[in-house]
């Protein structure tokens, strides 16, 4: 079992950019190897993200107060594994090496209630990254008078 770090703060937008722009270059070489032409250019995007990006089916479970979620992790290393809690989303990144060059795990989570950002924990086991995710206590409302 191996801890990840969880980020609190999102410096996704740049990393973001990065896999936005590989996209956009396989998307083009996909269109140039059938030849160009016009009215294929969503399914160049769409096979290229297929080709770049990994979105595992993930497991919520809601339970004493906390969200537990377990992400198939399988080939992919500890340090490579970036999780950022979001107020009322997850965000898993992990980018592998594989035969055909570099694949990306990335997983974006919603929760159905806001959590505790700052009490949220990610560990690697055997290949499934586990997250834990308390919720965030309510406030109480004043009653109306």
């Known amino acids: 079992m191996t801890r990840i770090p969880v980020e609190k703060a999102a410096a996704i937008s740049a990393d973001n950019e990065n896999l936005t722009e590989q996209i956009r270059q396989l998307a083009y070489y996909l269109f140039e190897s059938r030849g160009g032409g016009d009215g294929r250019d969503v399914d160049d995007w769409l096979d290229a993200e297929r080709e770049l990006i990994l979105t595992p089916e993930s497991v919520l479970v809601a339970r004493d107060g906390k969200f537990e979620i377990r992400v198939p992790a399988q080939g992919y290393d500890a340090r490579d594994i970036h999780v950022t809690a979001l107020p009322a989303s997850l965000v898993v ?13 990335l997983r974006t989570i919603e929760l159905p209630e806001p959590i505790d950002v700052d009490r949220t924990t990610a560990r690697l086991d055997n290949g499934t990254l586990f997250v834990t995710a308390v ?3 309510r406030e109480r409302e004043p009653a109306a008078v």
């Open 93 to 105: 990144k992990a980018a592998s090496e594989n035969k055909r060059g570099q694949k990306t795990l």
């Open 135 to 137: 919720r965030r206590s």
